[in-house]
């Protein structure tokens, strides 16, 4: 299986600060024929499931505000949240769907400093 | 608009059995993979398993194989897992999920999910 660790497990960010969170998976998610690389971001606030906000890697769903951008090939990947409203306290989660079973991270927690 | 609803959970003895649905609405149910991710309070995010539009490819997380089964009807437009040898381990809130295209893969990022189902397992 495809281990997935986020870093940190919780971070503390001042409104209209950058956030960045990590992912690292234990074998490269980046399918060569496609060049894609397979790889998911959501989060989820309190009491609700999970959103997507990116997919492969770095291309942003619809609807997901433009403050969000993801990054990264191959093995390690960012989540950027470019300026922190109150709204993106949430846990966020990055899931890859390269192999099965897919497997998400633990989860980062991201508060209001 | 595109909905699932799921349905079903309950509070179970440890070894019993729990058949969950999912009710999906506003698209082509037949047309997607669909997908089983469960969550423990408190905890992060499991996949569980996924199905091929008809119902000919499944895919389980180790922990469950040979004690859960994913099923599909088509004509209900309705998603199952049956789950059986329960245990207190697989406590926790089921969702149904849905990918974002009708491709024929099953590996592809989900993006509509239910509100989930708890399950809770204990004596």
């Known amino acids: 299986d495809i281990v997935v660790t986020q870093s940190p497990d919780s971070l503390a960010v001042s409104l209209g600060e950058r956030a960045t969170i990590n992912c690292k998976s234990s074998?490269?998610?980046?399918?060569?024929?496609?060049?894609?690389?397979?790889l998911a971001w959501f989060r989820q606030k309190p009491g609700q499931p999970p959103q997507l906000l990116i997919y492969?890697?770095?291309t942003r769903e619809s609807g997901v505000p433009d403050r969000f951008s993801g990054s990264g090939s191959g093995t390690d990947f960012t989540l950027t949240i470019g300026s922190l409203q109150a709204e993106d306290v949430a846990v966020y989660y990055c899931?890859?769907?390269?192999?099965?079973?897919?497997?998400f991270g633990q989860g980062t927690k991201v508060e209001v400093k | 608009e595109v909905q699932l609803v799921e349905s079903g959970g309950d509070l179970v003895q440890p070894g019993g059995s729990l058949r969950l649905s999912c009710a999906a609405s506003g698209f082509t149910f037949s047309s997607y993979w669909m997908t089983w991710v469960r969550q423990a309070p408190g905890k992060g995010l499991e996949w569980v398993a996924n199905i091929k539009q008809d119902g000919s490819e499944k895919n389980y997380v180790d922990s469950v194989k040979g004690r859960f089964t994913i099923s599909r009807d088509n004509a209900r437009n309705s998603l199952f897992l049956q789950m059986t040898s329960l245990s207190g381990d697989d406590t926790a809130v089921y969702y149904c999920?849905?990918?974002?295209?009708?491709?024929?893969?099953?590996?592809?990022?989900?993006?509509?999910w239910g509100q989930g189902t708890l399950v809770t397992v204990s004596s």
């Open positions: 074998q490269s998610v980046l399918w060569s024929r496609n060049n894609q690389n397979y």
């Open positions: 492969w890697a770095s």
């Open positions: 999920a849905r990918p974002l295209t009708e491709e024929n893969s099953a590996y592809r990022a989900v993006n509509y």
């Open positions: 899931q890859q769907y390269y192999s099965i079973p897919l497997t």
